[in-house]
């Protein structure tokens, strides 16, 4: 039988949100540890877009996702946080002061609580359905996330989508390359003001808005792209010189394992009390996009606030009794530094 780590918290996932949670459990004095399915931590900041800019993260006019992961593992580095990286929780007994978590790799974590900040869930990019699309993936011609901004340079780029992913890598791409961009509707969902954006940027010239078109075929031979085939619904087609398609249709998400622990689920996500992000199993809270409750904000900062509502309710479920006196950080610096 595997070693089993021992501590006071299990913190299934290692996204913005899950970091944070580390940060404000250690705070209480609460040790974690850290578990998830990627290689690395910072979940989809990490994964998918790191270059991306985030305009919504307070006191941070413009973050790069990964220069916001790294600022993250800053602040919980005093903590040392055990993590069991690349692996996947596949198994949950016990209950609250007593939960043994299992992984795909073998190990063993016995935990008094446990937190799910899982973002989406196991995720991929959903796919448009166009001919010999493998062929072009393999060869980056088509991507459905930017790692490395200067890779565009001087290229010629189409961008698929109407969401804020297609919105925001529109204006972080316009000054490097010539940007079209492809949406069936002639309005965006993005934020208003970037959508704002980037109609001024097209307005100056300085990107292309191919509306209302969407894809129909690629063009090109061997995995090297020439162009990309659009259509309205109507079926007037049109050609877009293009060397790479960055596609932003979301996600395709599952909870996968998590799907099986018994928790009450709504459309994938895990419901939770508002108040302490408490799920309807005692001892397990969910934080992040994983969580779902009347009102919520599928953004980064609510993550922040659900993680320091669950690590002050754990604290109370692992000290019944006690009273926590609550004291600014400001006052009590960070415990042990």
Sequence with gaps: M?????????????GPAGLFAVFELGMLKLRAVLIDALAETGGQCAALYPEKPIYDIPAHPAIDAGALVAALERQIAPFAAPRLLGQVVVALS????????RTDAGARVAARAVVIAAGAGAFGPNRPPLADLAAYEATGAVRYFVRDRESLRGRRVVIAGGGDSAVDWALALKDLARVAVVHRRPRFRAAPE???????????????????YQLHALHGDAGVLAGVEVATLAGETRMLPADVLLAFFGLAAELGPI????????????????ATCATSRPGI???????????????????????????????DLLHPGQALHFAYSTTTGIPGS
């Design 285 to 315: 809270h969910a934080i992040g996009d994983v969580a779902q409750y009347p009102g919520k904000l599928k953004l980064i900062l609510q993550g922040f606030s659900e993680a320091a509502m669950a690590a002050h309710a754990i604290w």
């Design 94 to 101: 016990g209950g609250p002061g007593a939960f043994v978590l």
């Design 259 to 274: 799907a099986t622990w018994g928790l009450a689920l709504d459309q994938h996500r895990i419901t939770v009390d508002p």
């Design 2 to 14: 595997p070693e089993t780590l021992e501590t006071d918290v299990a913190v299934i996932g290692a």
């Design 194 to 212: 970037t959508a704002a954006a980037l109609e001024e940027a097209a307005a100056r010239g300085e990107v292309e808005l191919v509306i209302p």
